[in-house]
């Protein structure tokens, strides 16, 4: 079972890994050629309506509450032919109101745009919505796909999805800007997320059944005998509902910055994108993977289920330190890497930067809450995970709100978005641990305790890593360094890149050995097998 997890873990992670990369790719398409100008703000803008349907019907959820009901149903087609024929008239139903309520709908989500910025806003984001459907019904057949232990599709439908971006944006995004890209969006999501899935389920086994449709006493009793979809909207809606502080923190996030001036908007965007590659490397990959085995354990070995989160969370420690250290310390060279000069402003630049190393201290907090929240979904406590991030959301529109009545809003820029964002995602992660951390199986036992070690952990080596960040920051920006880069050429911010590199991979080493945290040794050992297995035996 650990080699089939490591093996899910992999594609996962590699799928990631290229999802991220790609993804990189699209940010500096867009950047070197929209930059940070008022067209740049309003495209980043335009998901925020799209992605809130996608998230109203749960979208990002849908496996987690479909993968247990197909397994335990054995793939019943009538099962699956119901919830695909009432969740698409749903799907359509939300998207042909909100695309004719879109006008009202942006005036609450970008308060601070002019009329003229509005009327753009409200073009773009209708056009985004064509592409919802699509995910959401993909979701259904990714579902199906994952609950069959079959991750290639559902693995390789985002780097499509991406791919079409890029595609859409470097074929008409000069010549027409951010529609460009946005035409891209509508290829991407066709091609990658729904046919390649639908073609997949279909060909997997998937049979749809719409007899039932059929009214007849035959068909009736053929429907009473078949399992319900009760259980499916019953698990939905408490997602449905919810206004959890994962999804509506980039919303308020931009809602806010459309107060502070062109540009601002795209500034922090392109920072969360540097902070999600290792947030989705690592956090997402792990969470995905790692989610039909725990639901499976929960029910017969609930404290083997709770062993693997714990395994899953400390080796998530070990990847977010050194992608903290190196997300803060080489910000200045990854961005100009990435989106070159040509669009930004040496000022766009160091903004986006200091953006970046703030962003960089939650890559952990983001990471983490994947596996956590997946782990009520295993237990089949869907209300919790929601019941805590809308409550935190409310914390922190509640902050909004309280700065926005202040005449020093000018002054915070968008460090005020981000700590809020800080404090809200620490918050529900560190809610969720604890939550955990106090779970009992069916038996009374106390499993949650095994999970106990992961705070200690957690605020030892922030300690560590915060000494360590401003002992970096001295050398790094000391006259030394700055005479041996005295350039912005490519090969120059290679070599800075490398030699940050390798230093800071050399110190954590030298932390991890010389400190040995105990909480972290079964890890590390871990993780020192693997390498010593991949190398020559004379090396061994």
Not at 425 to 432: E, K, N, R, T
Not at 491 to 518: D, Y
């Amino acid at each position: 079972m650990l080699k089939k997890l490591s093996l899910f873990t992999l594609i996962y992670s590699v799928s990631i890994l290229l999802s991220r990369v790609i993804g990189l790719v699209r940010e500096a398409v867009i950047g070197r050629i929209l930059g940070t100008s008022e067209q740049a703000d309003i495209y980043w803008m335009a998901f925020i309506l799209p992605d809130f349907l996608n998230y109203l019907l749960a979208g990002g959820a849908i496996a987690l509450i479909l993968i247990p009901l197909l397994q335990k149903y054995e793939h019943h087609p009538i099962f699956f032919s119901k919830i695909l024929v009432s969740f698409s008239a749903l799907v359509f139903t939300l998207t042909a109101i909100m695309y004719v309520y879109m006008p009202n709908l942006v005036d609450l989500v970008a308060p601070g745009y002019q009329i003229d910025q509005k009327e753009k806003l409200v073009e773009l984001s209708r056009l985004l919505l064509y592409a919802q459907p699509l995910h959401l019904l993909a979701s259904l057949f990714h579902a199906y796909l994952q609950s069959k232990d079959l991750h290639k599709i559902p693995a390789i439908s985002p780097l499509i999805y991406t791919l079409g971006i890029i595609i859409g944006g470097l074929f008409w995004g000069p010549s027409i800007g951010a529609k460009g890209f946005i035409y891209g969006v509508l290829l991407g999501a066709f091609f990658g997320p729904f046919l390649l899935s639908s073609i997949a389920s279909f060909s997997s086994g998937l049979r749809l059944d719409f007899q039932w449709l059929k009214i007849s006493d035959q068909n009736q009793t053929t429907n009473a005998q078949s399992p319900s979809i009760r259980p499916f909207y019953l698990a939905l809606i408490p997602v449905m509902l919810g206004f959890s502080i994962v999804v509506f923190d980039e919303l308020l996030m931009k809602r806010y910055a459309t107060f502070l001036g062109s540009g601002v908007v795209s500034q922090l965007q392109y920072a969360r994108s540097l902070m999600k590659v290792p947030m989705g490397i690592f956090g997402i990959a792990l969470g995905i993977a790692t989610f039909p085995t725990i639901s499976r354990l929960w029910k017969s070995q609930a404290s083997e289920a709770f062993l693997l989160l714990k395994n899953a969370t400390h080796t998530l420690i070990l990847l977010c330190a050194f992608s903290q250290l190196l997300l803060s310390l080489c910000a200045q060279e990854l961005i100009i890497l990435i989106w070159g000069t040509n669009r930004f402003q040496w000022q766009d630049i160091q903004q986006i930067a200091s953006y970046t190393e703030q962003f960089s201290w939650m890559i952990f907090a983001w990471s983490v809450q994947t596996i956590y929240s997946r782990g009520f979904y295993a237990k089949g406590q869907n209300w919790l995970p929601t019941l805590l991030g809308s409550l935190i959301c409310l914390l922190v529109y509640g902050s909004y709100v309280f700065f926005s009545q202040t005449k020093l809003l000018p002054y915070f820029s968008g460090n005020l978005a981000i700590s809020l964002s800080n404090l809200g995602i620490g918050l529900y992660a560190f809610l969720l641990w604890l939550i955990l951390s106090f779970s009992k199986d069916d038996q009374g036992q106390a499993v949650g305790k095994i999970l106990n070690p992961t705070l200690s952990l957690c605020i030892k080596l922030t300690s560590c890593l915060y000494l360590l960040q401003m002992g970096f920051h001295w050398f790094f920006d000391g006259p030394f360094y700055r005479f041996l880069l005295w350039d912005q050429s490519i090969w120059r911010l290679l070599l800075s890149l490398g030699l940050k590199t390798i230093i800071i991979c050399s110190t954590l080493l030298l932390l991890f050995v010389t400190i040995r945290f105990k909480e972290l040794q079964e890890s590390q050992s871990l993780l020192i097998q693997k390498i010593k297995s991949k190398l020559p035996t004379r090396f061994r």
